[in-house]
């Protein structure tokens, strides 16, 4: 039997290899075990489906409500692809006791995946993930056929998108956003997104442009990511049919990336900074601001400007996710593109994180690059890189040890001021400048992320970084 582990955000594999009806079947089994030993006051028992646009998710998706209906569950199976914020909506929406998403999000196509959702409607904290882990093969699979389980009306097969759509048009000012005349174009990297936009704003004075929207399994040939290698062809079309601005959405839609409206590539670190500064400048919001530690520091120097908390997490949203849960957070960010807003699921939510950046042009009316000008002007440059290089497992607690021992006297030319080593090893130089070197959860890959004022101050942090590779 294959190892299933879950990591960073559920559990993914190679679709024929180790994600197979049969594995799929044993963590279904599992998660019904788990959630009847640990029962919510206030949760029925009760799941919520969903399924992306990946080879076979569909059939994934309907294997997974016939496991929970076998187990006594009512299941509410989505009737199409649907973006993963609009399952962990509907769990939190219909007090579910949790939810799954049959996605593995930004991989290669040749994977799928296994995202668990909680009754909050953000993801499985930790110790729920360990405790499936655990309950692998305990008990023999029970399973319903979905058409029998429909007839008895243990599984309903419903259209989920409408309350996810109504729940975040009212968290922004919608109406602000209808008569804006804004003209955006959706690269929805052939992701469950596709189309979002265009219902969304459906009827305004809004021009929705959706690029590479068809359902292909391939993707493409990209991995449906919201980074720069991936843009090319919709970078191409913008500079030729300019926009206001372009949003991305990942594939399965809970991460958001952008371009100008030219098709110039605008990083996630750049619109989390607008995000915040639209937040406290525009809506006058206050609270804490939660980032994963290796989203830029900008952040933090805002946040040292307006007076407000900031809280470091590991990587990976479920962190994120449990300082939303404790309250107060004003917005939660992560470097790959997640962002969490209050008043919603503690949850990544790409399509509402669009909407956010509507709102901000709406309300500024300039554009996005006179934006991001005006945050350099204010908090100096910023520039980043990451490098994902083959690094065995065996080593990398040798090499993380390494670092903790011998960490660098400076960053470039600034004096290093801190080490953190809870989640991999991040430098910090007191200029703001950083390096972190940190493993993957689940593959013999190390990553190296730098942020310094400029390119060539990053290219040189990451030689920095692989150098120290070799060390070991």
């Known amino acids: 039997m294959a190892t299933v582990k879950f990591g960073t955000d559920g559990w993914r594999a190679v679709i024929a290899e180790d994600f197979t009806f ?69 769990v939190k929406d219909q007090k579910a006791i949790g939810g799954v998403m049959i996605t593995a999000s930004h991989n290669p196509p040749s994977f799928n995946g296994f995202k668990l959702k909680s009754h909050y409607g953000g993801p ?35 259209n989920i998108r409408p309350a996810h759509y109504r729940a975040i048009k009212n968290l922004v000012d919608f109406k602000l956003i209808a008569k804006s005349k804004l003209r955006f174009a959706h690269e929805a990297l052939f992701g469950v997104g596709a189309g979002c936009f265009n219902e969304l704003l459906a009827g305004t004075t809004c021009n929705v442009t959706t690029l590479n929207g068809a359902h292909d ?55 989390i900074c607008l995000l915040l500064h639209h937040f406290v400048v525009n809506r006058k919001g206050r609270g804490r601001v939660v980032k ?73 009316k300039v554009s996005v690059n006179k934006l991001i000008a005006r945050l350099e002007k204010q908090f100096g440059p910023h520039r980043y890189g990451r490098i994902d290089t083959h690094f065995p497992l065996e080593k990398r607690a040798a090499l993380m040890d390494f670092c903790v021992k011998n960490p660098p006297a400076k960053l470039l030319a600034s004096p290093l001021a801190d080490v953190k080593s809870y989640d991999g090893v991040k430098f910090v130089a007191e200029d703001g400048s950083w390096l972190m070197l940190r493993g993957s959860g689940t593959e013999p890959i190390l990553r190296i992320y730098a942020e310094t004022k400029s390119d060539a101050g990053v290219e040189k942090l990451l030689k920095m970084g692989m150098q120290l590779t070799r060390k070991v």
């Open 124 to 158: 499985a904290e930790p110790a729920v993930c360990q405790g499936v882990e655990l309950l692998l093969d305990h008990n023999p699979v029970r399973a319903q056929d979905l058409n029998a389980a429909v007839k008895e009306g243990r599984v309903a097969i419903k």
């Open 292 to 364: 994963a530690l290796t989203t830029t520091s900008m952040m933090d120097k805002m946040c040292a400007a307006y007076g407000l908390e900031l809280v470091e997490t590991g990587v990976g949203f479920k962190y994120i996710c449990a300082e939303m849960l404790k309250g107060d957070v004003l917005i939660g960010a992560e470097e790959s593109g997640g962002i969490g807003f209050p008043g919603h699921v503690p949850e990544r939510d790409g399509i509402l994180a669009g909407l956010m950046l509507l709102e901000l042009l709406a309300t500024e």
């Open 217 to 271: 399994v391939l993707f493409g040939g990209i991995n449906p990511e919201p980074i720069e290698k991936n843009y090319g062809r919709s970078a191409a079309y913008l500079k030729k049919h300019p926009h206001d601005v372009c949003l991305v959405t990942d594939g399965d839609a809970d991460r958001v990336g952008a371009m100008d409206g030219r098709g110039n590539y605008l990083s996630t670190h750049q619109l």
């Open 22 to 90: 049969t594995n799929l079947d044993r963590v279904s089994q599992a998660t019904a075990d788990y959630w009847k030993a640990h029962p919510v006051p206030g949760a029925e028992l009760k799941v919520i489906v969903g399924y992306d646009r990946r080879f076979l998710s569909d059939q994934f998706g309907r294997r997974v409500a016939e496991v929970f209906a076998g187990n006594g569950y009512q299941v509410v199976l989505t009737s199409e692809p649907t973006p993963t914020p609009a399952v962990s909506f509907a």
